[in-house]
C-alpha cells in the first residue's frame, strides 16, 4: 500500500482496561451473544468496549448506534470526549464490555453534560463495506480507514474519491495537508475500520490543498 500510519500521528487508545499477559487463552467467541450485547447497548444507550483481539489496536469505545448484518455503526468516545463516527467490522468484534466502567463513564458524561446537544449521524448504509463508504463520501467526503492487523497497521486519511466492487478509491492527504492528485487503491476486502466526522479528520479535509497548488 502506498501510505501508512506513520504519516499521521495518531494515539486513539483508551485506558477503560488493562490487558493481562498472564491470562488464559479466550473461549471461543459467541457471535449471538455479541450481537445481543451490541443490540442492548443500542436499545439502552449504553457505552460499550468493543475488543477486537486480533488487532494491534484491541479495543474500541462508545455508543454503538446502529447493527447491520456485517458492519456496526458507533459513536467514538474518546476517554470523556465525542469525536466523530466509526464503522467496524461486526465479525471483527470477540468480546462486549459494558459494566461498571462503562456506567461510570455515563455518570461522568451525563453529570458534566457532555452528551448535550449531540448530532445524529447522517444515513449510512451498512449493507457493506462499500454502501458504508458511498454514504460517507455523499455526506461526509473525507473519511479515515484503517486495514488493521496484529502487528501492524495500515492508515489513511483522505478524501473519498469513488468506491467500485473491490477497491476505494482515496485522494490520500499527508501531514503537510496536501492531497494527492491520483488517487490510492485500497481493497475493501481489507478495511477493518472507517472513522469520519472528527475533528482532526475535518480539519485537515477542510485545509488540505492539491498537490501542485502547495
Not at 473519511?143 to 490520500?172: K, M, Q, S
Not at 492527504?173 to 479528520?201: M, N, Q, V, W
Amino acid at each position: 500500500m502506498a501510505h501508512d500510519h506513520d504519516d499521521h500521528d495518531d494515539h486513539d487508545h483508551d485506558h477503560d482496561h488493562e490487558e493481562d499477559d498472564d491470562a488464559p487463552p479466550a473461549p471461543p467467541v459467541d457471535r449471538e451473544a455479541i450481537v445481543e450485547a451490541i443490540q442492548s447497548a443500542i436499545d439502552t444507550g449504553r457505552k460499550a468496549q468493543l475488543v477486537r483481539a486480533d488487532f494491534l489496536q484491541d479495543s474500541w469505545n462508545g455508543f454503538p448506534l446502529v447493527l447491520g448484518e456485517e458492519l456496526v455503526l458507533a459513536r467514538t468516545l474518546r476517554d470523556f470526549v465525542f469525536d466523530g463516527f466509526s464503522v467496524l467490522r461486526l465479525g471483527d468484534v470477540t468480546e462486549v464490555r459494558s459494566g461498571e466502567v462503562e456506567r461510570f463513564f455515563e455518570r461522568v458524561i451525563k453529570a458534566e453534560g457532555l452528551d448535550r446537544d449531540l448530532a445524529p449521524p447522517k444515513p449510512i448504509l451498512l449493507r457493506s463495506m462499500r454502501t458504508a463508504l458511498e454514504s460517507i463520501r455523499a455526506h461526509y467526503r473525507h473519511v479515515i480507514v484503517e486495514c488493521e492487523g496484529v502487528d501492524d497497521d495500515d492508515f489513511f486519511l483522505g478524501e473519498v474519491a469513488r468506491v467500485d466492487d473491490e477497491h476505494l478509491h482515496l485522494l490520500y492527504i499527508h501531514i503537510d495537508g496536501t492531497r494527492d492528485r491520483e488517487a490510492t487503491k485500497i481493497p475493501l476486502d481489507e478495511i477493518t475500520l472507517l472513522r469520519f466526522d472528527e475533528t482532526y479528520l475535518r480539519l485537515y479535509g477542510k485545509y488540505s490543498v492539491a498537490e501542485d497548488q502547495h
